[in-house]
């Protein structure tokens, strides 16, 4: 089947968003921001039921996949190896379709075979990216929204099949302006500012140029379902990687968790609102190490699945918010898509008319996380920019997260990751 899919100068903003979708973006200079909190859409049991029927499990299975093994290809990065590191494997996923969404012949072979999706035609991944879509922002006691738009340099005239792709899968609101002038790196950034409240407040500090840029906007805020008492909170130490230790603020809360235990690990679900969505956390024991930790989940991440018992846990959790910018191309290289970064062989003639050569030059990834006593906030932003040319113990469990650890915010009824990373220094 043919791919219908990106142009040049083409960059993908995925973020966590926090403000009401479908707001007019107007021209020039950008007006004073009102944020206003999103209203949480429900479904009712009968209709959650229905869209999980047309959910494909392979594509929720296949982004959890690859986001797994970004972070593994980004960890071997020495930029990031004392640090923090936390993606959205979501965004970046829903940030890639939408360039793939232009691509044809080899590039996108190598991008599908990436992403999971060989053998796939573009209508059954666009519609299951829209329905993935819309069991995530429907209930579940958590906002969660996404929002898309494309913004194209005057004169850009995009073919028909690529508009209609976006808009009917991913909700793309498209705007013509021109990406030299700063008046349209005002309004981009505006709108990146609404859409994550605040969390990403820019993403251009100069005109991006090229032909377009395509934007897609998602927000999640999830309150625990038990929330941590504030007067509780303590300073304890948290023991870095490399055995020294910093003071950091631990949360501590005694109840009934989801809880399964290894060898060398201990893994407990945190639920947000009404336990749809929780907060997996994934810590190494004393005698292992956050790195073998890591090369069991890149081996194997199903072990973390299933298998769950209802404890009565002890839990000590740090309160922390982690900020992070990550370069992609290289690490995207390496997991086998290269073709699009090549001015030579990149073939993204299903975006818009005219024949112009385009390629990938740029992607860029932003990460905000944010944990307290109350719940978690989190946003992300990825950028591509495109050129021319049982029964509780009777003792409880204790977990204290006083070590570097993995976690990872999952939707329980797909099991999709929408983030995951390893906490180094809270």
Not at 13 to 35: F, R
Request: with cysteine; aromatic share 8%; glycine share 8%.
């Amino acid at each position: 089947m043919r791919k219908r899919k990106v142009l040049t100068g083409l960059c993908l903003l995925m973020g966590l968003t926090a403000c009401a979708q479908g707001s007019e973006i107007q021209s020039g200079e950008p007006q004073a921001i009102v944020h206003k909190q999103p209203k949480v859409k429900e479904l009712s049991a009968q209709e959650r039921k229905e869209v999980l029927t047309k959910i494909d499990t392979g594509m929720v299975e296949a982004q959890n996949d690859f986001g797994l093994r970004l972070h593994q290809a980004l960890s071997n990065s020495p930029e990031y190896k004392s640090g923090n590191l936390i993606i959205s494997p979501y965004s970046i996923t829903q940030a890639l379709a939408l360039a793939y969404n232009g691509t044809a012949g080899d590039t996108a072979a190598e991008m599908s075979d990436m992403l999971g999706w060989k053998g796939m035609n573009d209508a059954d991944i666009n519609e299951g990216n829209r329905q993935l879509r819309s069991l995530l922002e429907n209930g579940g006691g958590v906002v969660l929204n996404v929002a898309n738009s494309v913004w194209h340099q005057q004169g850009l005239e995009m073919k028909k099949a690529y508009v209609e792709a976006v808009k009917d899968g991913y909700g793309v609101e498209v705007r013509e302006t021109d990406l030299k002038q700063d008046e349209a790196m005002n309004a981009i950034n505006q709108w990146v500012n609404d859409k994550t409240s605040g969390k990403i407040p820019t993403i251009y500090d100069e005109p991006p140029g090229g032909v377009a840029v395509l934007i897609n906007a998602i927000y999640f805020k999830g309150g625990w379902m038990d929330e941590f008492d504030p007067a509780n909170t303590i300073d304890e130490e948290f023991t870095l990687s490399d055995g020294t230790t910093q003071k950091v603020p631990m949360m501590k809360r005694e109840g009934q968790y989801s809880y399964k235990e290894g060898e060398s690990w201990q893994a407990i679900r945190i639920p947000y609102g009404d336990g749809r969505m929780y907060m997996l956390v994934i810590l190494p024991k004393e005698s292992s190490s956050i790195d073998e930790l890591q090369q069991q989940l890149w081996k194997e991440a199903s072990v973390w699945k299933d298998d769950y018992s209802y404890e009565t846990v002890r839990l000590g959790l740090p309160k922390f918010k982690a900020e992070q910018s990550f370069e992609l191309p290289d690490a995207l290289k390496d997991l086998g898509m290269v073709k699009a970064f090549d001015a030579a062989e990149a073939d993204f003639s299903e975006m818009a008319v005219g024949g112009e050569k385009f390629w990938i030059d740029k992607v860029k990834h932003k990460t905000v996380v944010d944990v307290s006593e109350k719940g978690t906030v989190a946003a992300a932003i990825t950028a591509v920019g495109i050129v021319s040319g049982a029964s509780p113990p009777a003792d409880p469990i204790v977990m204290n997260v006083d070590r570097p650890f993995f976690f990872a915010i999952e939707d329980r009824d797909t099991g999709a990751w929408l983030f995951m990373g390893s906490v180094l220094r809270p």
